[in-house]
Every structure is written in structure tokens, then in C-alpha cells.
């Protein structure tokens, strides 16, 4: 494998198209992703990635897990708000591959795919005692829950018409079930997708509770699923959590530009956001 990463965007769209060194593709379909590259041969090049499969990992490029190429591809299709990226990843979703399945969830939530509701919720539906088991032998899960249920969040309710989607009790009934999960990464998953697909604030609490936990790991992710949700009542105990000040700006900074109540027309910042910008210089 040719060592180093791609210097520039022609560099990487060069890395990409060629099919003979999979190290060089691999680098250059996070570097296109990592950079939000715009040029119309990115989104195609990656889609062509995207379906690079490889039985295990390949040792003799460095590089060690499955599917590599592919699910470098699918993690920068999602940066690269291209939409004929939707469909390559649904069919990814369906795919034996955990870690393709993971990536291509988390893609088709930051990409708003409203198409893959469905595809994602039919995954979890089998429970957390199905879908959330482990692996045998295996870390793992049987589905990568975490992925699935941040995407039914980032999701919400608009259907690709307009109108809502199905009866919403089954859908959060699914996702409320992984509240009780052992994990308290799955759990934090949970509550993050609850919080925004109900905004009441009793999810958006049981993530402050993890911010209290002994694992760090835990602290850390329930940090950044609170920025995501914009749910501003964290603010104070956001700032208090131990952890990285880094994390914790994020996690602040998040509140102030995903809040639902922030008016975007506004040219000065409302009192609550004074408070957080406040609480942002202090940790600074």
C-alpha cells in the first residue's frame, strides 16, 4: 500500500478511480468525505466504492476490518449531502456486514433520508433481547442499535410527502424498548432519538443521569447526544461533567445551533444562548 494520505482533491479523485491499490482507495474515500468534497465525480466515485466488498480484512494493505473500501465510502457518502447516495445506501443496509450496516445508518440520518425510516425501524423492531444481544464471541451486537436508533432521531416525523408518518406509538414503542438496554451507549442512543422525536423533557434528563456515570466513554457520548438534540435545559450540567472541556464545548455549541427554539432570523442571541455562550468562554 503507498503510504500517506491524498494531498488535495484531484489527488484523491486519482486514488479512487484506480483499482489496484486498496490502501490508496481506502485513505482517499475518507479524505473526499472528511472534506466534504463537492466535485461531481466525489459522490459517483464513492457510490463505485460503495460497493467494493471484500470477504475479511487485508492485512497486506494495512488495513484491518471487512469491507474496508466500502465502508469508508458509505461514512463519506453521508458527509457529502449528495442524494443519489440514498439508494446505494439502503442496499448497503442490508448487508451481512454489521459495520457496513452501521455506516450506512448513520449516513442515511445525516443525509435526512426519509426513505430508510422504515428499513431502519424493521431492524430494531426485534428488541433489544434480539437485535441488542451480543455477537457469540463477539463485543458486537447483533445490530449496530446505536447507529440505527441515532438515525430514527435525526429522522423525526416528515414523510418524503409531507405528511407524518404511520401511527407514531409503534415506532417509539421499538425505540423506548432500548431505554432498558444493558449498555448504557445504547441507552444514551435511545433517549438521544426519543428526546428529538418527542421533545419531552423526561429523555433529555435521563441523559443528564449519564452524565453522572463512572465510565467516561459513557459520559462522552451522552455529552455529544445532548448537543445534537439541542434540548438547552443541559446547559449547566453539561458544563460540570467530567470530562474533555473540548467535549463539553461541543456539546455546548450544539445546544446553541440545534436548539428547535432558536430563531435563526434573529441578528442577536437570546438570553438562554448568552447563558451558553457564557458557559462556553468559561471553559475556554
Known sequence: MSQGTPL??????????????PGQRYYAAWWLGRMRSDHPEA??????????RSPGPAPASGIDEPNPIARNAARALGKLADSQAVDPLLEALESSDDGLREAAARS???LGALKARRPILRRLEPGPLVAGAPRPGSSRLTEPCEALLEALGALGWQEEDGSTIM???????VV????DHDRPLIRSAAYRSLLQLTREDAWGEQ??????HSDLQVRRAALLDLGVTGWRPAGV??????????????????LVENSPA????????????VELLAAMDDLL
Not at 488535495?8 to 491499490?21: S, Y
Open 8 to 21: 488535495n482533491e484531484a489527488q484523491a479523485l486519482d486514488w479512487l478511480r484506480q483499482l489496484e491499490d
Open 43 to 52: 459522490a459517483p466515485l464513492l457510490i463505485q466504492a460503495l460497493a467494493d
Open 108 to 110: 442515511l440520518g445525516q
Open 167 to 173: 401511527d407514531r406509538e409503534p415506532l417509539l414503542a
Open 176 to 179: 423506548r424498548s432500548y431505554g
Open 207 to 212: 441523559l443528564v443521569r449519564l452524565l453522572l
Open 237 to 254: 450540567a453539561i458544563a460540570q461533567t467530567l470530562a474533555e472541556n473540548s467535549l463539553k464545548l461541543i456539546a455546548l455549541r450544539g
Open 262 to 273: 432558536r430563531n435563526q432570523a434573529s441578528p442577536s442571541p437570546s438570553p438562554e444562548e
